[in-house]
T-cell receptor, first 114, second 110 residues
Framework: DAGVTQSPTHLIKTRGQHVTLRCSPI?????VSWYQQVLGQGPQFIFQ???????GRGNFPDRFSARQFPNYSSELNVNALLLGDSALYLC?????????????FGQGTRLTVV | LAKTTQPISMDSYEGQEVNITCSHN???????ITWYQQFPSQGPRFIIQ???TKVTNEVASLFIPADRKSSTLSLPRVSLSDTAVYYC???????????FGAGTTVTVRA
């Protein structure tokens, strides 16, 4: 079975641009979460979606948005990119909200903003 | 959410047992303790989870004392490939987010 897949794996953008990151969860998983990991730190929670509804949002500005599609895949959008948005963006899937602590993470998308 | 404290780094040698202790003094009744492993440029990987006493799987053991204010992840007979960052997380199974701290960087040397 395929694990959590994220695309693209690497991305370079210029300040002020917009970016869309994509995630496909493990088959059968209905919950998808997004995390940002800056170099040297642990992942920080951005969003969680379950059954296409936003279930939680972390302490990130409104420039960050996400959505989940009927097939449970998800997109993370970031507008007006800043240099500080450079990070590894991780997607995690889990079977259901009460199984969030046993999440499966993708390899991440490395975003560099120049 | 219960705050966790764990060592910043630990060094070990191949074949040794590595024990990482995590403190979580204000753990709540409904909280579980979960450990993740992360290799460079990869997403974290679930290792083990427990509520009390001892849990063991094919990768590690988790020891939780009766007061649950701390826990110890035990990695038996480590190899070079166990070099990674290990995160201790504490939270309710229904929490919608995982709260990662800085983790413990374990370096295994030959």
């Amino acid at each position: 079975d395929a694990g959590v897949t994220q695309s693209p794996t690497h991305l370079i953008k210029t300040r002020g641009q917009h970016v869309t990151l994509r995630c496909s969860p493990i088959s059968g998983h209905k919950s998808v979460s997004w995390y940002q990991q800056v170099l040297g730190q642990g992942p920080q929670f951005i969003f969680q979606y379950y059954e296409k509804e936003e279930r939680g949002r972390g302490n990130f500005p409104d420039r960050f948005s996400a959505r989940q599609f009927p097939n449970y895949s998800s997109e993370l959008n970031v507008n007006a990119l800043l240099l500080g948005d450079s990070a590894l963006y991780l997607c995690a899937s889990s079977l259901a909200p009460d199984r969030n602590t046993e999440a499966f993470f993708g390899q991440g998308t490395r975003l560099t903003v120049v | 959410l219960a705050k966790t404290t764990q060592p910043i780094s630990m060094d070990s040698y191949e074949g040794q047992e590595v024990n990482i202790t995590c403190s979580h003094n204000n753990i709540a009744t409904n909280d579980y303790i979960t450990w993740y492993q992360q290799f460079p440029s990869q997403g974290p990987r679930f290792i083990i989870q427990g509520y009390k006493t001892k849990v063991t799987n094919e990768v590690a053991s988790l020891f939780i004392p009766a007061d649950r204010k701390s826990s110890t992840l035990s990695l038996p007979r480590v190899s070079l490939s166990d070099t990674a960052v290990y995160y201790c997380l504490v939270g309710d199974l229904n929490d919608y987010k995982l709260s990662f701290g800085a983790g413990t960087t374990v370096t295994v040397r030959a």
